[in-house]
């Protein structure tokens, strides 16, 4: 079946513009998640929801992230005033319910950013 | 969240056994010992979870010490498909935001 997809593959901003990358997860997923990978390094949490509900946003590194998954599906991660520092993987990943910890999570291929 | 200790690299040839080790010498009683890898260019993939007992599924073995503070992943027979970033992750059973925490992982290189 289709995986978590993630658009665009790649996107290229210049300092200061606004951006937003999309992430479809597996129909029927109730969890989402949000991470950012700086080169080199392991994934870095940014934020999670369980349906709708944003229930924890404690990664997003400034208020210039912003993510929201209005209708419980569908999830836009939105970074305003872009900086350089923001270059990055930005990695979706869903798991079907929240009832149990060790349901796996299931990760698109994510967005590559690049900040001008 | 627990720490996990893992090799920065290694190194196998194909159609040979690899054994990546994790150290977790923190871990509580209630945490399970997840693995992930990520292909290049690709998100992280799961690949298989245990608490004390050892599990096998068809990408590779967990062998978790009587302890639990270390546990080995087991590849097989490495092909050069497993070349990746394997990460080593504890996650508790009622964990808040069911988070994912990623260390650096081990990256493995398989020799044609």
């Known amino acids: 079946g289709a995986g978590v997809s993630q658009s665009p593959r790649y996107k290229v901003a210049k300092r200061g513009q606004d951006v937003a990358l999309r992430c479809d997860p597996i129909s029927g997923h109730v969890s989402l998640f949000w991470y950012q990978q700086a080169l080199g390094q392991g994934p870095e949490f940014l934020t999670y929801f369980q349906n709708e509900a944003q229930l924890d946003k404690s990664g997003l590194p400034s208020d210039r992230f912003f993510a929201e998954r209005p209708e419980g599906s569908v999830s836009t991660l939105k970074i305003q005033r872009t900086q350089q520092e923001d270059s990055a993987v930005y990695l979706c990943a869903s798991s079907l319910s929240r009832a149990n910890s060790n349901q796996p999570q299931h990760f698109g291929d994510g967005t590559r950013l690049s900040i001008l | 969240d627990a720490k996990t200790t893992q090799p920065n690299s290694m190194e196998s040839n194909e159609e040979e056994p690899v054994h990546l080790p994790c150290n977790h010498s923190?871990?509580?009683?209630?945490?399970?010992i997840h693995w992930y890898r990520q292909l290049p260019s690709q998100g992280p993939e799961y690949v298989i979870h245990g608490l004390t007992s050892n599990v096998n599924n068809r990408m590779a073995s967990l062998a978790i010490a009587e302890d639990r503070k270390s546990s080995t992943l087991i590849l097989h027979r490495a092909t050069l498909r497993d070349a990746a970033v394997y990460y080593c992750i504890l996650r508790g059973p009622q964990g808040g935001s069911e988070k994912l925490v990623f260390g650096k992982g081990t990256k493995l290189t398989v020799n044609p």
């Open positions: 923190t871990i509580s009683g209630t945490d399970y």
